[in-house]
């Protein structure tokens, strides 16, 4: 298919008749066996005439119902629409370039933060793989194993055997309600002097 040229498209539509277009099919104002696409203004405006498109035109059943059909379409695609269709393409097209548009930090080659950072480098580690030491504060993820519920991330303090928040104990494991990964708490931000 060939590339659409949405300027030139534009400035047709801008140029073509403006208003409601109405399909009307023959009357007294055209050959009973065609399609009168028309804007109704201070009189009676033609836009154009689809031979064969009426439905009882006599003509063969294929070509009529096609003809019906291509009046439909060119009344429905009219300039207003066309020129709605093409603003959402351009505001589409917009959004999806201020999403695929790199990072701040990758388009600005900014260095990387060093020293205290709350972010850490491990991330989360599963309690299958190891646990952390004991009376150390954590972060924890607690399975809920429902499309309902979320896993819960809250902090709680290892005791050796299982996880503790306040009077609530979660154990390590992966069944439910059960902690499922942990990672260390992010040293506190320390002032610079």
């Known amino acids: 298919m060939s590339e659409i040229d ?3 498209l534009r400035e047709k539509a801008e140029k073509a008749t403006w208003g409601v277009w109405s399909l009307e099919y023959g009357e007294e104002k055209l050959d009973a066996d065609d ?3 028309h804007r109704e203004v201070v009189g009676y405006l033609p836009i154009c005439r689809i031979e064969g498109a009426h439905p009882e035109s006599g003509f063969d059943e294929d070509f009529q119902m096609e003809q019906q059909a291509n009046a439909e379409f060119i009344a429905a695609a009219n300039p207003a629409t066309v020129l709605t269709l093409l603003s959402e393409l351009e505001t589409a097209k917009k959004r999806i370039a201020e999403l695929e548009a790199k990072p701040v930090s990758q388009t600005y080659k900014l260095n990387e933060m060093s020293g205290n950072s709350p972010v850490i480098p491990d991330g989360w ?3 299958s793989d190891r646990m952390p030491e004991k009376g150390q504060n954590v972060l924890i993820s607690v399975n809920f194993d429902s499309s309902l519920v979320e896993p819960l991330i809250c902090s709680a303090r290892y005791t050796g055997g299982t ?3 306040g009077d609530v104990t979660v154990k390590p494991g992966n069944g439910i309600e059960q902690a499922t990964h942990w990672m260390p708490l992010p040293e ?3 002032e610079v002097k």
Do not use: N, T
């Open 6 to 8: 949405y300027q030139a």
């Open 35 to 37: 399609a009168l696409i």
């Open 125 to 127: 580690i599963s309690c």
């Open 163 to 165: 996880f503790r928040r």
């Open 188 to 190: 506190p931000p320390q």
